[in-house]
C-alpha cells in the first residue's frame, strides 16, 4: 500500500469536503469603491474648485496677486506659478505682470476675460 501524503495542496482524487474548504478559506466581506465615497453635499464651492480656477479667482482681483500669495495659497513653488501662467497665455487669457511698489514682488492681473472661443485656431484678442 502507497500512502503518500501531498503538501502542495495538489488533488489525490479525493473530492474535497465543503466545510473544511470554507474553514480553510474565510470569507472576507468587501465593501463595494463606491460606498466608501464620501458624498458631497453640494454646499462647499471651493472644495470643488480646482487649483487652475483658483488661480484665475486669484488673479482676477483688482490689483492681481503678488507671487508670494499665489504659492502660499495654491501650495506650488514660483516655478509652477510661472509655468501655470503661460499654460493660462496659451488659451488665450491676457495675464499683465507688473512689479508692487512696496515690495518689489512680480505681481499678475488678468486684464481680459478668457473669450468663449477658446480652443479655436487663431484665438486672439476680439476686435
Same mark, same amino acid.
Not at 474548504?21 to 465593501?31: D, V
Given at each position: 500500500?502507497?500512502?503518500?501524503?501531498?503538501?502542495?495542496?495538489?488533488?489525490?482524487?479525493?473530492?474535497?469536503?465543503?466545510?473544511?474548504?470554507?474553514?480553510?478559506?474565510?470569507?472576507?466581506?468587501?465593501?463595494?469603491?463606491? %460606498?466608501?465615497?464620501?458624498?458631497?453635499?453640494?454646499? @462647499?464651492?471651493?472644495? $470643488?474648485? /480646482? =487649483?487652475?480656477?483658483?488661480?484665475?479667482?486669484?488673479?482676477?482681483?483688482?490689483?492681481?496677486?503678488?507671487?508670494?500669495?499665489?504659492?502660499?495659497?495654491?501650495?506650488?513653488?514660483?516655478?509652477?506659478?510661472? %509655468?501655470?501662467?503661460?499654460?493660462?497665455?496659451?488659451? @488665450?487669457?491676457?495675464? $499683465?505682470? /507688473? =512689479?508692487?511698489?512696496?515690495?518689489?514682488?512680480?505681481?499678475?492681473?488678468?486684464?481680459?476675460?478668457?473669450?468663449?472661443?477658446?480652443?479655436?485656431?487663431?484665438?486672439?484678442?476680439?476686435?
Amino acid at each position: 500500500m502507497n500512502s503518500q501524503i501531498i503538501e502542495n495542496g495538489g488533488d489525490s482524487g479525493r473530492a474535497i469536503d465543503p466545510e473544511t474548504q470554507a474553514i480553510k478559506k474565510p470569507a472576507t466581506k468587501r465593501t463595494p469603491h463606491s %460606498a466608501t465615497k464620501p458624498k458631497s453635499t453640494g454646499t @462647499g464651492k471651493s472644495a $470643488a474648485k /480646482s =487649483k487652475k480656477d483658483q488661480l484665475v479667482a486669484l488673479l482676477s482681483k483688482p490689483n492681481g496677486a503678488r507671487i508670494s500669495v499665489i504659492v502660499e495659497r495654491l501650495g506650488w513653488q514660483a516655478h509652477t506659478v510661472r %509655468a501655470a501662467l503661460s499654460g493660462l497665455r496659451k488659451q @488665450g487669457v491676457e495675464v $499683465a505682470t /507688473s =512689479k508692487s511698489p512696496k515690495t518689489g514682488e512680480t505681481v499678475y492681473a488678468i486684464v481680459a476675460p478668457p473669450s468663449d472661443e477658446e480652443g479655436q485656431a487663431g484665438g486672439g484678442a476680439a476686435l
